[in-house]
Nanobody, 119 residues
Framework: QVQLVESGGGLVQPGGSLRLSCAASGSIFSINAMGWYRQAPGKERELVARISRSSTNYADSVKGRFTISRDNAKNTVYLQMNSLKPDDTAVYYC??????????????WGQGTQVTVSS
């Protein structure tokens, strides 16, 4: 089994920065991709950024402001968020596509961390 632990959320003024982190642990054979999703009140969960071993993908709304990165040795993914806007306010969830030692591929979610951008 796998556990994802998220951290780094908080309250920040418009234009500020935050860095989210998500660390995976468990019976991991390999990680295909790690990503961040967010869900604002009254809206569906949406992709923010995703990184695999060969590519990255960003939502149009965060391109140029957010950067996703990973530390393969630590099974950790980061989301550096700069120039934050009130529309970025949401609960941010870590997600991984992971191959366990049983040889099967699974999809796991973190517990979520609140990001609030407000004056």
């Amino acid at each position: 089994q796998v556990q994802l632990v998220e951290s780094g959320g908080g309250l920040v003024q418009p234009g500020g920065s935050l860095r989210l982190s998500c660390a995976a642990s468990g019976s991991i054979f390999s990680i295909n991709a790690m990503g961040w999703y967010r869900q604002a009140p009254g809206k569906e969960r949406e992709l923010v950024a995703r990184i695999s071993r060969s590519s990255t993908n960003y939502a149009d709304s965060v391109k140029g402001r957010f950067t996703i990165s990973r530390d393969n040795a630590k099974n950790t993914v980061y989301l550096q968020m700069n120039s934050l806007k009130p529309d970025d306010t949401a609960v941010y969830y870590c997600n991984i596509d992971i191959v366990l030692v049983d040889g099967h591929t699974y999809d796991y979610w973190g517990q979520g961390t609140q990001v609030t951008v407000s004056s």
